[in-house]
């Protein structure tokens, strides 16, 4: 079965107004979970939370597919209808049309509620006029019985064993049609949904719709009074069961004493003042000596099935009007008779246990959580009830048991705000710092960048000047940098690549240059040895090769230079000749001893050749 209450994740914007509302706390916050959850096992069915939604995200169970479903299956229809509706359609000028706006819907018979209150308010004047030391606690509010079911089962023997006007007006209608019959139960109250599923076969509810239920299938179906004929109650009709929406009208409706000082009855209504009735009547009936009539609701008039923003003491005035109206013609003879014939039918119910009470913390863990909500005092009691609870000891132990989290309380998300505050001004200052850093070090780049800019400018234009070829590779043998006579030297393809890209950047030297000379390159790369002046025949002429490391086992570089060249030609003549002439001297040095004179006149000789080289070289 679909859970009585819950709420829409698609609206529900996370306000906890719900969590603060809920009597029984019944409205579970974790960090786990996006949205409240509804925990349909601890829930009363009192619709506090339905109220209290601004967004309009909590819903509870539709009945109106269920009826239409009903309405389409064919068979007899009997509708009842809650004592409310005279507080509730005030915009119908006559009960008679509503009468008859309910039938046009598919419906055979319409019965007043009113009849069945008559009826059990008469077992509560025997009940409790004939006292033998034991009080109770009056059943007729289905979310009181929930309430006592679920959070004080120890007075679930104090609560009347006596069913509802709603259970007993569908007794009285099965044993008039026969229970064949489809029964559905039209009132203020959303907890009757949930009741009507715990009746009893003769007193069965096939559905139970909520007043504004009933508004959206009366719009549904367009139906309106002023299109209808008068209809009226199938009989019996109620008498002072018409009261029963006022919370003292069950006593009126069984005329059991309201005198101050000779009742024995304490009527409570609305949310605070159920609740502590119960509580009192747990701890001090003995003082009390009273029975209790309790409603959840500010009388049925202001049930949560009914239209929102209702006046609660203008539709009290309307209650009041309705029953004196119905009373002007009322056949008391006729009352009598149907009060005869059905109060024979017996009216006695149970209630069963469903202890929902949650275990309580220790003192130790209790503590802990106010602790580190902020409340050093362990004793202390008072709270700003932002939260729901009605002290701050209650939310820590809410929070304890699972059913809240520290982040709800406006204290503690008030002193993380300005932490937060305070943190994020810190890091905005950081922030502000380290854009000015940033800034700095930017300019600082681009002036590094525009240098290495002009650094490459400049060192190209050299390579460019220098004579010999020169060509500069990483570890692939890709081509980094070359200059024209390296291009020049590589051949026409070479030529060809330069003119889409330049300096044959990315080129592979390897489809370019004989494998002799990529060999060489190679070999630098992988053993970081220089080669220097390498004689290295490329096709055929002679060149002068140097192969030198720039970056290890990265990046080489090569100067070849063409040995056909005269101006090499003459240099290298003059190199190899000097280097020959630094050898001799070496030697010279080692056996000058021997040879004497010999050495001077050798050097001189030497340098004598080099000189007449040189000056040849000047012609």
Not at 157 to 182: C, D, E, F, W
Not at 195 to 220: C, H, S, Y
Not at 234 to 256: D, E, T, V, W, Y
Not at 384 to 412: H, K, N, W
């Amino acid at each position: 079965m679909e859970p009585l209450m819950k709420i829409d994740p698609e609206k529900c914007k996370v306000c906890y107004a719900c969590v603060r509302v809920c009597p029984v706390k019944a409205i579970q916050v974790k960090e786990s979970q996006e949205i409240p959850l509804i925990l349909p096992e601890r829930c009363i069915g009192c619709g506090s939370c339905l109220e209290s939604c601004f967004p309009g995200a909590i819903v509870y169970r539709d009945s109106m597919a269920q009826v239409k479903d009903i309405i389409r299956s064919g068979g007899t229809l009997v509708a009842v209808t809650a004592p409310s509706i005279s507080g509730e359609f005030e915009d119908i000028t006559d009960y008679r049309k509503f009468v008859r706006m309910i039938k046009e819907l598919g419906f055979a018979y319409v019965h007043e509620a009113a009849f069945g209150v008559d009826l059990v308010a008469h077992e509560y004047a025997k009940l409790f006029g004939n006292f033998k030391g034991k009080y109770y606690i009056a059943s007729c509010c289905p979310v009181v019985v929930s309430y006592v079911e679920k959070y004080s089962p120890d007075l679930l023997s104090n609560l009347a064993p006596l069913q509802s006007p709603m259970a007993v007006t569908a007794k009285v209608v099965r044993k008039k049609y026969g229970n064949h019959i489809k029964v559905v139960y039209i009132g203020p109250c959303i907890a009757n949904k949930d009741e009507a599923l715990r009746a009893e076969p003769d007193a069965a509810i096939d559905a139970v719709l909520t007043f504004v239920e009933l508004r959206k299938l009366f719009e549904e179906f367009s139906i309106s009074e002023s299109k209808l004929e008068y209809a009226d109650f199938n009989l019996p009709h109620g008498n002072k069961g018409s009261l029963f929406p006022i919370s003292n009208g069950l006593l009126q409706a069984g005329n059991i004493p309201e005198d101050l000082m000779t009742g024995k009855v304490i009527t409570a209504d609305g949310k605070e003042n159920m609740i502590r009735a119960v509580k009192e009547f747990d701890k001090g009936i003995a003082d009390i000596h009273a029975h209790f009539n309790l409603f959840f609701c500010e009388g049925c008039i202001m049930g949560p099935g009914t239209s929102k923003n209702g006046n609660k003491f203008r539709r009290h005035s309307l209650v009041v009007e309705y029953a004196l109206k119905r009373k002007k013609k009322f056949d008391f003879t006729a009352w009598d008779e149907a009060f005869k014939e059905y109060s024979e039918l017996g009216f006695g119910r149970g209630f069963s246990p469903d202890d929902n009470r949650l275990k309580e913390p220790s003192e130790e863990v209790v503590f802990q959580i106010m602790k580190d909500l902020g409340i050093d005092n362990p004793d202390e009691e008072a709270g700003c009830t932002a939260c729901g609870y009605p002290s701050c000891r209650e939310f820590a132990i809410a929070v304890a048991q699972g059913l809240a989290i520290p982040d709800m309380c406006s204290s503690l998300a008030q002193r993380n705000r300005q932490n937060y505050i305070r943190t994020l001004k810190i890091t905005n200052e950081q922030l502000v710092q380290t854009q000015e850093a940033l800034r700095e070090s930017e300019k600082r780049a681009r002036e590094e960048q525009e240098t290495a800019h002009e650094a490459t400018a400049i060192i190209t234009a050299m390579l460019q000047k220098i004579p010999s070829s020169l060509v500069v590779v990483d570890k692939n043998l890709r081509i980094l940098q070359s200059n024209q006579s390296f291009i020049d030297l590589a051949g026409e393809e070479a030529r060809e690549i330069n003119l889409v890209i330049p300096g044959l950047t990315g080129a592979d030297l390897k489809s370019l240059m004989p494998h002799v000379f990529s060999n060489m390159l190679s070999f630098v790369l992988s053993s970081a040895e220089d080669i220097v002046n390498r004689d290295l025949n490329i096709g055929n002429k002679l060149f002068n090769v140097s192969v030198f490391t720039i970056r290890k086992n990265e990046i080489v570089g090569a100067l070849v230079r063409d040995m056909s060249d005269p101006a090499v030609q003459k240099e290298e003549v003059v190199k190899r000749v000097t280097e020959v002439i630094d050898k001799n001297l070496e030697l010279v040095q080692k056996i000058g001893f021997i040879l004497g004179e010999g050495a001077s006149e050798t050097e001189k000789m030497l340098n004598s050749i080099i000189e007449t080289y040189k000056s040849s070289r000047k012609k």
